[in-house]
C-alpha cells in the first residue's frame, strides 16, 4: 500500500514539475496567441510551493525522488527574485524619490466618503514629499474631490503636472519636481485604460516618465456571489463562472497588445525611462515581460517579501510596478502601508550611475 501512495505522490510531483516549467515559459508566450498559458503563469507560486512541498516530503521519504523537484526549481532561480526577496539594498543618500499608486477613483471607502479618501492620500504625499507621482484611476472632473492645480499650487514639492482621462471623468496623473518640456498620451483602442508620457529635466538630464494602466479584468466581488461560494451548485453559478471566464480571456488579449504598444514606445524614446503603473498582471506574465525587456525591476532591486500590491477581494498578486532604465540605480522599494485604495502605493530611491 505505501508503494502505491508513493507511486501516486510521484506522479503528482511529475506533473506539478511540468506545470512549474510550463509557468516558466508561459512569459514568452502571447497571450492573444495562446491565452491559456497566462493561466500557468498566474499559477506560478502555486506550482512553486507544491515543487518546494515535493522537496521535503522526498527527503523524508525517498531521497532520491527530491531531485525531480529540486532541479525544476533552481532551472527557475531568476523567477524566485521577481517573486520574493529576502532584503532590499537600502541607501541613505538623497536620489529622486518615486512614487506610484492606482487611487482607484478615491471610492475604496465608498462613493460618499471619496472627498475624505482623496484627503487622507493627499495627506500622505504631504508627508512623504516624492519628487515625481504617478496616480492611475484619478477622479480629474470633480474639482470638490481632487482639485489638481490647486493640489499642485499647495504641494510645495511639486512644481508641474500633466493628466489625461480615459472617460468623462477618470484618469491618469503625473506630478513632478521638474520642469516638463513634452508630453504624450498612448490610447489602446477598444479599451477605457491608457498611459502617459512626461519628459521631464533633472539637472542637466532628460528621463522620460511612462505612467500606465493597462487592461483589467472587470471581475467585481461585489458583483459575482459565486467567488464567495465553496461550490457550484446552481445554474446561476455556472452562468457566473462562464461570463468570468470571458472577461478573464479578454483582459488578457487586450493586455498582450497593450504590452507591445508600450514596448514600442519605450524602444522609441530617446531619453532614459521610468516606467510606473498598474500593469494588472503578475511578474510571471508576457506583459510584465513584455514591458520590462531591459529595464531594471526596483522591486527586484531593492523590494523585500512578495510585494503584493493587489489587496482587494480577489486573490493578491503584485501588479504595481516601478521599472527603470539602466542609467540608473534604485534603492529602498517598498509598498506604503495605507489603504485608501485596493491598491498599494509602490516607491523608491532613484539615483543615477
Not at 495627506?123 to 470638490?144: G, M, S, V, W, Y
Amino acid at each position: 500500500m505505501k508503494k502505491v501512495l508513493l507511486k501516486i505522490f510521484l506522479w503528482i510531483n511529475l506533473l506539478s514539475a511540468v506545470f512549474l516549467l510550463v509557468s516558466y515559459l508561459s512569459v514568452y508566450v502571447p497571450s492573444d496567441s495562446i491565452w491559456i498559458s497566462s493561466v500557468f503563469g498566474l499559477l506560478y507560486p502555486v506550482f512553486l510551493w507544491i515543487n518546494v512541498g515535493f522537496v521535503f516530503f522526498w527527503s523524508f521519504f525517498k531521497p532520491k525522488y527530491l531531485i525531480v523537484s529540486l532541479l525544476v526549481i533552481l532551472f527557475g532561480w531568476g523567477y524566485i527574485k521577481k517573486y520574493v526577496q529576502l532584503g532590499g539594498k537600502v541607501n541613505d543618500l538623497e536620489g529622486i524619490e518615486v512614487v506610484s499608486y492606482n487611487v482607484r477613483h478615491f471610492e475604496e471607502l465608498g462613493n460618499d466618503v471619496a472627498k475624505q479618501t482623496a484627503d487622507s492620500i493627499i495627506a500622505f504625499f504631504l508627508q512623504k514629499t516624492p519628487d515625481i507621482i504617478c496616480l492611475q484611476e484619478a477622479r480629474l472632473r470633480t474639482n470638490q474631490i481632487f482639485n489638481l492645480p490647486k493640489l499642485v499650487n499647495e504641494f510645495e514639492f511639486i512644481n508641474h503636472y500633466q493628466y489625461a482621462r480615459n472617460g468623462y471623468s477618470r484618469g491618469m496623473v503625473t506630478m513632478t519636481r521638474y520642469p516638463i518640456i513634452n508630453m504624450g498620451e498612448i490610447r489602446f483602442a477598444n479599451s477605457g485604460n491608457m498611459a502617459i508620457f512626461t519628459d521631464v529635466v533633472i539637472d542637466s538630464d532628460t528621463m522620460r516618465i511612462f505612467n500606465l494602466h493597462l487592461q483589467s479584468f472587470q471581475i467585481s466581488p461585489d458583483e459575482y456571489s459565486v467567488l464567495e461560494s465553496r461550490s457550484l451548485n446552481e445554474s446561476s453559478d455556472i452562468k457566473e463562472v462562464k461570463e468570468m471566464g470571458g472577461k478573464f480571456k479578454r483582459a488578457l488579449i487586450k493586455r498582450a497588445e497593450q504590452a507591445r504598444i508600450i514596448r514600442e514606445n519605450i524602444n522609441w524614446s530617446p531619453y532614459p525611462v521610468l516606467v510606473c503603473g498598474d500593469f494588472n498582471d503578475t511578474p510571471f506574465s508576457y506583459t510584465y515581460h513584455k514591458v520590462k525587456g531591459d529595464l531594471k525591476d526596483a522591486f527586484v532591486e531593492s523590494g523585500s517579501g512578495t510585494g503584493q500590491t493587489y489587496v482587494g477581494k480577489l486573490p493578491s498578486y503584485r501588479i504595481d510596478f516601478i521599472l527603470h532604465s539602466q542609467d540608473y540605480n534604485s534603492f529602498n522599494f517598498k509598498e506604503e502601508n495605507i489603504h485608501y485604495s485596493d491598491h498599494l502605493p509602490v516607491s523608491c530611491i532613484l539615483e543615477k550611475k
